[in-house]
């Protein structure tokens, strides 16, 4: 056979993604495919090797299990050398020196015996035979090139190392072991509040068969948001910087906001994030006091669009402002906000640590109602502002069950809030001191005295006035203004 059909030859048998030339030629009689949409002959080729393709098709029939090694064996057992081939032409898929197995035995191997060869095939199932196994070649002189191995033992390229890093990361990048001879175990936590103590039950058992409450991630997910808290908390004290505003007119804009909010039926998450926006700006900029609603209307624009599925047109912000500022004013000062705060809006809701305490809480429709209107006092007094959503979910929680005497705080609250008694006490104390005193944010009230969140600032506020002197508190008639 000329060295340039076997070079050819050996192209076509070594491109894993082309297919022979006689098996195409079968497939376009069989489907008739017309001549016109078959490419031209020679269009990505020279004519020669054209040529030597269609001989190297014809001259040699190989059956359905036939050869599929990248050389010829033939040749190889009569030690003879491919003289025309090239480098380049040698497969990149197999290393050089290594033989692929194949299911036909070779014709006859250069230190195989006689017995050998006469050996008869054992028969591993009804109508199938097995091809004999190979052997090793120990003549390394006569055969440089290529060396014939057993097919359960692929020879590869070079043996891995073992790791030299000390930790070794699973699939969710969290480290579960510090030695080369242990194994990551999937799903497996290493913090100290991965598994819940003893006498604690996982709250998270009933949900492994819904996919949509990702129970296998539930403590990743708090864990993250609970890092996430720090870096968005904003300056307790950005109100020292700011020459036209104080903190009594924050106080009257995230009022209005809520009024807003109630009339578009919005989502607390929303609500939450808006104000978490508004604050994170404050602290960043100064602001004018006729510019403070442009930046609390354009806030709650953009924490619509963030949580809301439907959210309000922009059209519908200019009309609640009665027409206080135009379109374009809206959607430039979006931008301008969003560019102050580097379009960064993650934000750990306490909505979400609220409602992970009330499924520990067996999800009382009472405690939590009364534990939103509690959490959103957050929202209107400063005081609040230096703490974390989560403490303060903790705190709203935890005397929302005081109030209806829910019992205890137990292990079980106090292991998925993430704080005891003693550390939302400080939380607490400022929420019955905002209670106990006269009402200052009217539209506030108004929203949790209805009947749809169960007249829960009735009940709260009439508690705290009962209870306050048992907190320390004695200067009730003093408002939130004259004391801040």
Same mark, same amino acid.
């Given at each position: 056979?000329?060295?340039?059909?076997?070079?050819?030859?050996?192209?076509?048998?070594?491109?894993?993604?082309?297919?022979?030339?006689?098996?195409?030629?079968?497939?376009?009689?069989?489907?008739?495919?017309?001549?016109?949409?078959?490419?031209?002959?020679?269009?990505?080729?020279?004519?020669?090797?054209?040529?030597?393709?269609?001989?190297?098709?014809?001259?040699?029939?190989?059956?359905?299990?036939?050869?599929?090694?990248?050389?010829?064996?033939?040749?190889?057992?009569?030690?003879?050398?491919?003289?025309?081939?090239?480098?380049?032409?040698?497969?990149?898929?197999?290393?050089?020196?290594?033989?692929?197995?194949?299911?036909?035995?070779?014709?006859?191997?250069?230190?195989?015996?006689?017995?050998?060869?006469?050996?008869?095939?054992?028969?591993? %199932?009804?109508?199938?035979?097995?091809?004999?196994?190979?052997?090793?070649?120990?003549?390394?002189?006569?055969?440089?090139?290529?060396?014939?191995?057993?097919?359960?033992?692929?020879?590869?390229?070079?043996?891995?190392?073992?790791?030299?890093?000390?930790?070794?990361?699973?699939?969710?990048?969290?480290?579960?072991?510090?030695?080369?001879?242990?194994?990551?175990?999937? %799903?497996?936590?290493?913090?100290?509040?991965?598994?819940?103590?003893?006498?604690?039950?996982?709250?998270?058992?009933?949900?492994?068969?819904?996919?949509?409450?990702?129970?296998?991630?539930?403590?990743?997910?708090?864990?993250?948001?609970?890092?996430?808290?720090?870096?968005?908390?904003?300056?307790?004290?950005?109100?020292?910087?700011?020459?036209?505003?104080?903190?009594?007119?924050?106080?009257?804009?995230?009022?209005?906001?809520?009024?807003?909010?109630?009339?578009?039926?919005?989502?607390?998450?929303?609500?939450?994030?808006?104000?978490?926006?508004?604050?994170?700006?404050?602290?960043?900029?100064?602001?004018?006091?006729?510019?403070?609603?442009?930046? %609390?209307?354009?806030?709650?624009?953009?924490?619509?669009?963030?949580?809301?599925?439907?959210?309000?047109?922009?059209?519908?912000?200019?009309?609640?402002?009665?027409?206080?500022?135009?379109?374009?004013?809206?959607?430039?000062?979006?931008?301008?906000?969003?560019?102050?705060?580097?379009?960064?809006?993650?934000?750990?809701?306490?909505?979400?640590?609220?409602?992970?305490?009330?499924?520990?809480?067996?999800?009382?429709?009472?405690?939590?109602?009364?534990?939103?209107?509690?959490?959103?006092?957050?929202?209107?007094?400063?005081?609040?502002?230096?703490?974390?959503?989560?403490?303060?979910?903790?705190?709203?929680?935890?005397?929302?069950?005081?109030?209806?005497?829910? %019992?205890?705080?137990?292990?079980?609250?106090?292991?998925?809030?993430?704080?005891?008694?003693?550390?939302?006490?400080?939380?607490?104390?400022?929420?019955?001191?905002?209670?106990?005193?006269?009402?200052?944010?009217?539209?506030?009230?108004?929203?949790?005295?209805?009947?749809?969140?169960?007249?829960?600032?009735?009940?709260?506020?009439?508690?705290?006035?009962?209870?306050?002197?048992?907190?320390?508190?004695?200067?009730?008639?003093?408002?939130?203004?004259?004391?801040?």
């Amino acid at each position: 056979m000329p060295p340039g059909t076997r070079a050819a030859r050996q192209r076509v048998e070594n491109d894993e993604n082309s297919t022979r030339p006689h098996t195409r030629a079968a497939k376009a009689a069989a489907l008739n495919v017309d001549e016109v949409a078959m490419p031209a002959k020679g269009a990505l080729q020279p004519k020669k090797s054209a040529a030597n393709l269609g001989n190297a098709g014809v001259q040699r029939k190989r059956n359905v299990l036939g050869d599929m090694s990248n050389v010829n064996k033939s040749e190889a057992n009569e030690g003879k050398k491919v003289a025309g081939a090239k480098v380049g032409l040698i497969s990149k898929a197999h290393p050089v020196g290594v033989q692929k197995a194949s299911a036909r035995p070779a014709r006859s191997a250069p230190l195989a015996t006689k017995e050998s060869n006469k050996m008869p095939a054992r028969r591993t %199932g009804p109508g199938s035979v097995a091809a004999p196994k190979r052997k090793v070649s120990s003549n390394a002189s006569k055969e440089p090139e290529y060396v014939v191995v057993e097919e359960s033992q692929p020879v590869r390229k070079k043996a891995h190392k073992e790791k030299s890093e000390d930790v070794v990361r699973d699939e969710n990048r969290r480290v579960v072991s510090t030695g080369l001879d242990e194994k990551p175990v999937v %799903g497996e936590s290493t913090t100290d509040n991965a598994v819940p103590p003893e006498g604690v039950d996982e709250i998270e058992a009933d949900d492994w068969d819904d996919p949509l409450m990702v129970a296998e991630y539930a403590t990743e997910i708090f864990e993250y948001l609970r890092d996430l808290e720090c870096r968005s908390i904003p300056n307790p004290q950005y109100m020292s910087h700011q020459d036209d505003l104080e903190w009594k007119t924050r106080g009257i804009l995230i009022d209005w906001l809520i009024e807003v909010h109630t009339r578009f039926h919005l989502l607390p998450e929303t609500l939450f994030l808006a104000v978490n926006i508004i604050d994170r700006f404050l602290s960043e900029k100064v602001v004018q006091l006729d510019r403070l609603q442009l930046v %609390g209307i354009t806030a709650m624009f953009i924490a619509s669009k963030y949580e809301e599925v439907l959210s309000p047109h922009v059209e519908n912000f200019k009309r609640i402002t009665d027409n206080g500022f135009s379109e374009a004013e809206i959607l430039s000062a979006e931008r301008f906000l969003l560019s102050t705060l580097s379009y960064d809006l993650s934000y750990p809701n306490p909505m979400n640590f609220l409602r992970r305490v009330s499924k520990a809480d067996n999800y009382d429709i009472q405690s939590r109602t009364i534990g939103k209107y509690l959490m959103e006092i957050s929202l209107l007094d400063h005081r609040f502002m230096a703490y974390r959503p989560s403490h303060c979910a903790a705190a709203s929680m935890y005397l929302a069950r005081m109030m209806l005497d829910r %019992g205890p705080w137990d292990e079980i609250l106090a292991y998925y809030a993430g704080y005891d008694k003693q550390e939302v006490q400080p939380v607490v104390d400022l929420m019955i001191d905002y209670l106990a005193r006269p009402v200052v944010h009217e539209a506030f009230f108004k929203k949790y005295a209805s009947k749809k969140f169960l007249k829960a600032s009735i009940l709260a506020r009439s508690w705290a006035k009962k209870n306050a002197a048992l907190f320390g508190i004695t200067d009730t008639e003093l408002s939130l203004d004259q004391i801040s």
